[in-house]
């Protein structure tokens, strides 16, 4: 039976299992063949799992179409010249080895499993000239066929994403074996000192894998690929790609740098100049704020762990930086708000047909509704990298022992109180909270929920280190395992990393 595409933009239940079940039958149909046995003519395969969706439905689904017109028309490409994995040797194996035997490799089957995940997976942009700050996976469909190590990865991502969601052990268990062969052909490619630009696209694909579905190594495995990050980053641009997946995959790993670097209290490393974006956005200024939080984070650890140096002096000189930095992020937060407006407080009577009570009941009274995507993604920084700071003042002061904190000159402000800095710490972390709203709502997928990570974890670990948020910590909690619901399994190991405990001052005022 010859491999037919189904129009994947139409994201209608009856669509999607249709989707299903050709992917099911020609992985099913391809094992039997491997296995030496004969397809029985006008027989259906049963997949076991043939329910609906019940995903909530998707916007902007005439955006998504002309994705997965593009993809297709890739697969046909594909399709005309497939690459079979016994061509080519992967990290010293023998064509002949299982690692290369392993996995289907037909183009067509590959490329539908791709636009099915993608359509899950992407959030819907109204303007197709809006850029989604970090998407790497949209240049995924155009990088099948690379080579064998990059297609584990892809179908690994792939198939244990959709596995999960539609609770088909099968594919599931299909993307973790692929998992399993693109670390070892990883692994390969590291032992000969090799690098090429398909090992940044895999190490990209197994960090969202890990968040997707943590390995046995649990937050482990996901760190470990990050590290992988930096040291391929190092070597810089091989030229072979266009700046536009060249600048987005560049976004996406600086944005993973910059998690571990927050949760661990790391200065988040600084990549290679030549990879750095020639054009400049507002999501690239603002990611280089956050990196110079991590920073100043990173110092404040050495100085509580230091006992030998000198805390005043170096304590004072770091608490200048940090209000220094603060005058910056007012300076941007106007011309942000100049720029694209602040955000409307959420319509309910807009998707009130779209939400349960469940649901309503469990999101902020006030959220947020940006006017796209790309807005929420820099405004969120943006109250991110403010909360940081403030929790860097905050540490500085239990450090130094001092309720009082310098201010403004801008504002005409020359101190400051410990409770202040607490009360702008708490309106930065109800800002990020008012936010989560939007990345739920339909049309958002799962991108839209995993940028939801670093934000939501500074305002999980401000809720969770002081006492009289008790009430916020527990919401936060809650959209935890709401992420979780969502697909990604690593969501309460990453988020429930918390920093050391704070000193209490003798004189809180």
Same mark, same amino acid.
């Given at each position: 039976?010859?491999?037919?595409?189904i129009?994947?933009?139409?994201?209608?239940?009856?669509?999607?299992t249709?989707?299903?079940?050709?992917?099911?039958?020609?992985?099913?149909?391809?094992?039997?063949?491997?296995d030496?046995?004969?397809?029985?003519?006008?027989?259906?395969?049963?997949?076991?799992?043939?329910?609906?969706?019940?995903?909530?439905?998707?916007?902007?689904?005439?955006?998504k179409?002309?994705?997965?017109d593009?993809?297709?028309?890739?697969?046909?490409?594909?399709a005309?010249?497939?690459?079979?994995?016994?061509?080519?040797?992967?990290?010293?194996?023998?064509?002949?080895?299982?690692?290369?035997?392993?996995?289907?490799?037909?183009?067509?089957?590959?490329?539908?499993?791709?636009?099915?995940?993608?359509?899950?997976?992407?959030?819907?942009?109204?303007?197709?000239?809006?850029?989604?700050?970090?998407?790497?996976?949209?240049?995924l469909?155009?990088?099948?066929?690379?080579?064998?190590?990059?297609?584990?990865?892809?179908?690994?991502?792939?198939?244990?994403?959709?596995?999960?969601?539609?609770?088909?052990?099968?594919?599931?268990?299909?993307?973790?074996?692929?998992?399993?062969?693109?670390v070892?052909c990883?692994?390969?490619?590291?032992?000969?000192?090799?690098?090429?630009?398909?090992m940044?696209?895999?190490?990209a694909?197994?960090q969202?894998?890990?968040?997707?579905?943590?390995?046995?190594?649990?937050?482990a495995?996901?760190?470990?690929?990050?590290?992988g990050?930096?040291a391929?980053?190092?070597?810089?641009?091989?030229?072979?790609?266009?700046?536009?997946?060249?600048?987005?995959?560049?976004?996406?790993?600086q944005?993973?740098?910059?998690?571990?670097?927050v949760?661990h209290?790391?200065?988040?490393y600084?990549?290679?100049?030549?990879w750095?974006?020639?054009?400049?956005?507002?999501? +690239?200024?603002?990611? @280089?704020?956050?990196?110079? $939080?991590?920073? !100043?984070?990173? =110092?404040?650890? %050495?100085l #509580?762990? +230091?006992r030998?140096? @000198?805390?005043?002096?170096? $304590?004072?000189? !770091?608490?200048? =930086?940090?209000? %220094?930095? #603060?005058g910056?992020?007012?300076?941007?937060?106007?011309?942000?708000?100049?720029?694209?407006?602040?955000?409307?407080?959420?319509n309910?009577?807009?998707?009130?047909?779209?939400?349960?009570?469940?649901?309503?009941?469990?999101?902020?009274?006030?959220?947020?509704?940006?006017?796209?995507?790309?807005?929420?993604?820099?405004?969120?920084?943006?109250w991110?990298?403010?909360?940081?700071?403030?929790?860097?003042?905050?540490?500085?002061?239990?450090?130094?022992?001092?309720?009082?904190?310098?201010?403004?000159?801008?504002?005409?402000?020359?101190?400051?109180?410990?409770?202040?800095?607490?009360?702008?710490?708490?309106s930065?972390?109800?800002?990020?909270?008012?936010?989560?709203?939007?990345?739920?709502?339909?049309?958002?997928?799962?991108?839209?929920?995993?940028?939801?990570?670093?934000?939501?974890?500074?305002?999980?670990?401000?809720?969770?280190?002081?006492?009289?948020?008790?009430?916020?910590?527990?919401?936060?909690?809650?959209?935890?395992?709401?992420?979780?619901?969502?697909?990604?399994?690593?969501?309460?190991?990453?988020?429930?990393?918390?920093w050391?405990?704070?000193?209490?001052?003798?004189?809180d005022?």
């Amino acid at each position: 039976m010859p491999w037919q595409f189904i129009d994947s933009s139409n994201n209608s239940r009856s669509n999607l299992t249709q989707v299903k079940r050709h992917v099911m039958h020609e992985y099913m149909r391809q094992k039997r063949q491997d296995d030496g046995t004969q397809e029985t003519e006008g027989k259906p395969s049963k997949s076991h799992n043939t329910r609906p969706r019940t995903k909530r439905p998707k916007a902007g689904q005439k955006t998504k179409k002309k994705s997965t017109d593009s993809t297709e028309s890739e697969c046909g490409q594909l399709a005309q010249e497939p690459q079979s994995c016994s061509e080519i040797s992967i990290s010293g194996q023998r064509p002949n080895s299982p690692l290369s035997q392993g996995i289907d490799y037909t183009p067509a089957i590959r490329c539908q499993l791709v636009s099915v995940f993608l359509d899950a997976y992407l959030p819907s942009v109204s303007n197709p000239h809006q850029r989604i700050g970090g998407d790497f996976t949209g240049a995924l469909p155009f990088r099948l066929g690379d080579s064998p190590m990059l297609d584990y990865a892809i179908t690994a991502l792939c198939a244990v994403y959709v596995g999960s969601s539609w609770q088909d052990r099968m594919l599931y268990r299909e993307g973790v074996e692929s998992y399993a062969r693109a670390v070892q052909c990883l692994r390969g490619c590291i032992e000969r000192s090799t690098t090429t630009q398909d090992m940044l696209y895999v190490t990209a694909a197994l960090q969202t894998y890990e968040v997707v579905q943590p390995s046995q190594h649990g937050m482990a495995g996901w760190s470990a690929h990050v590290q992988g990050c930096r040291a391929l980053l190092r070597h810089g641009r091989d030229g072979s790609d266009s700046a536009l997946n060249d600048d987005e995959l560049y976004r996406h790993m600086q944005m993973v740098i910059i998690a571990e670097a927050v949760v661990h209290r790391k200065s988040a490393y600084v990549p290679n100049p030549a990879w750095r974006p020639k054009t400049r956005t507002l999501f +690239d200024q603002g990611l @280089d704020f956050l990196v110079s $939080g991590t920073s !100043l984070m990173a =110092e404040i650890r %050495r100085l #509580e762990q +230091d006992r030998r140096r @000198d805390k005043r002096t170096a $304590g004072h000189r !770091l608490l200048q =930086e940090c209000v %220094r930095m #603060e005058g910056e992020l007012n300076i941007q937060y106007s011309a942000l708000r100049s720029c694209m407006g602040f955000p409307d407080l959420w319509n309910t009577d807009e998707y009130e047909e779209h939400e349960s009570d469940e649901l309503e009941d469990l999101f902020f009274d006030d959220a947020f509704c940006f006017q796209s995507f790309p807005v929420a993604q820099v405004y969120s920084l943006h109250w991110a990298t403010q909360l940081l700071t403030y929790m860097a003042i905050e540490r500085l002061c239990c450090i130094l022992d001092e309720p009082v904190v310098p201010g403004q000159p801008s504002a005409f402000l020359f101190t400051r109180s410990y409770r202040d800095i607490i009360d702008l710490a708490s309106s930065s972390a109800v800002m990020i909270c008012q936010s989560v709203k939007y990345c739920f709502s339909p049309g958002m997928n799962a991108f839209g929920v995993q940028v939801l990570f670093v934000r939501l974890w500074l305002a999980n670990q401000f809720y969770h280190a002081r006492p009289g948020f008790e009430k916020e910590y527990v919401w936060c909690q809650r959209i935890i395992r709401k992420i979780t619901d969502s697909g990604f399994q690593g969501a309460p190991d990453f988020m429930n990393i918390h920093w050391p405990p704070l000193r209490k001052l003798r004189n809180d005022t």
